[in-house]
T-cell receptor, first 113, second 113 residues
Framework: DSGVTQTPKHLITATGQRVTLRCSPR?????VYWYQQSLDQGLQFLIQ???????AKGNILERFSAQQFPDLHSELNLSSLELGDSALYFC????????????FGNGTRLTVT | GQQLNQSPQSMFIQEGEDVSMNCTSS?????WLWYKQDPGEGPVLLIA?????ELTSNGRLTAQFGITRKDSFLNISASIPSDVGIYFC?????????????FGEGTQLTVNP
């Protein structure tokens, strides 16, 4: 158990809809990262938050947004969903420090129909 | 997109055999990490490497941080059926480039009993 909790585990929704994925980091970790894993793209970095502030942005679509709350949990919002957004979405967390390993949750499997 | 080239893509071996996989990059990373992912779960950290030339073991696993800082390899000795899964290398630039990870494409390992 990595200590990173993600909910829900599975999500099935229709095109055009909006969903919210939730992540609770490991106790003491201030940084939260979101990754997307699809069959043909591997693990792609989306966005990082550190102590409530956006720290780095990767290949995140404009239809997607995230935030980190004062209690350090994070939410990833996906809107105007398309079939191609179907993927596993992972949250990871790390302690302060630029060379800290990331610890991953078990992901949310999103299926867009 | 991906910057790390991981090989081989897949391996089919007999129980008891040794396994080797590697990762190369066109750019320098300051930390190399190896993760294992089982079906339906998130990547789990196996080994983290912090210095060029470093050789680190974790049980039957041994990993090395290449001297050029552009490559790393992972060896698994005396494989067992529970070694089955997808192994990912990941590089972390650190410093002002941040703590996010860039992942390789993964090596799918199958161990035949």
């Amino acid at each position: 158990d990595s200590g990173v909790t993600q909910t829900p585990k599975h999500l099935i929704t229709a095109t055009g809809q909006r969903v919210t994925l939730r992540c609770s980091p490991r106790s003491g970790d201030l940084s939260v990262y979101w990754y997307q894993q699809s069959l043909d793209q591997g693990l792609q970095f989306l966005i990082q938050y550190y102590n409530g502030e956006e720290r780095a942005k990767g290949n995140i679509l404009e239809r997607f947004s995230a935030q980190q709350f004062p209690d350090l949990h994070s939410e990833l919002n996906l809107s105007s969903l398309e079939l191609g957004d179907s993927a596993l979405y992972f949250c990871a967390s790390s302690v302060v420090g630029s060379n800290s390993p990331l610890h991953f949750g078990n992901g949310t499997r999103l299926t867009v129909t | 997109g991906q910057q790390l080239n991981q090989s081989p893509q897949s391996m089919f071996i007999q129980e008891g055999e040794d396994v080797s996989m590697n990762c190369t990059s066109s750019s320098i990373f300051n930390t190399w990490l190896w993760y294992k992912q089982d079906p339906g779960e998130g990547p789990v950290l196996l080994i983290a490497l912090y210095k060029a030339g470093e050789l680190t073991s974790n049980g039957r696993l041994t990993a090395q941080f290449g001297i050029t800082r552009k490559d790393s390899f992972l060896n698994i000795s005396a494989s067992i059926p529970s070694d089955v899964g997808i192994y990912f290398c990941a590089g972390q630039k650190g410093g002002t480039s941040g703590s996010r990870l860039t992942f390789g494409e993964g090596t799918q390992l199958t161990v035949n009993p």
